[in-house]
């Protein structure tokens, strides 16, 4: 049985940081793409960091660069987002998914899903 299962959600004040896990079981991860996606209620979903099959090259949105560091531990079959410098607009529900496909961005070469973790950013 295939599945990603993520962790590290919870509530923070601005300023503050989380570090969201991802692991992978059925899987070998180092042989996937992994992203990590948030969503907000009536909004689509949407990318905010990826990490590329083979070569590790990675991928940010424009508005946590700088803040947000996505990594992977193949020992552990494990992907992380540590996401520091938290603000409000950061709220939503944080996805992990993979790909076998590398350097992907678009939602829909993303074929497996965690079932969502809760990140909420308020004062």
């Known amino acids: 049985q295939v599945y990603l299962v993520e962790s590290g959600g919870g509530s923070v004040q601005p300023g503050g940081s989380l570090r969201l896990s991802c692991v992978a079981s059925?899987?070998?991860?180092?042989?996937?793409?992994v992203g990590w996606f948030r969503q907000t209620p009536g909004k689509d979903r949407s990318l905010v960091s990826s990490?590329?099959?083979?070569?590790?090259?990675?991928y940010y949105v424009d508005s946590v660069k700088g803040r947000f560091t996505i990594s992977r531990d193949n020992a552990k079959n494990t992907a992380y987002l540590q996401m520091n410098s938290l603000e409000p607009e950061d709220t939503a529900v944080y996805f992990c998914?993979?790909?076998?496909?590398?350097?992907?961005?678009?939602?829909?070469?993303?074929?497996?899903w965690g079932q969502g973790t809760q990140v909420t950013v308020s004062s």
């Open positions: 990490i590329s099959r083979n070569t590790d090259t990675t």
């Open positions: 998914a993979v790909s076998p496909y590398p350097n992907v961005t678009k939602l829909t070469y993303y074929d497996i």
């Open positions: 059925g899987l070998t991860l180092s042989m996937h793409s």
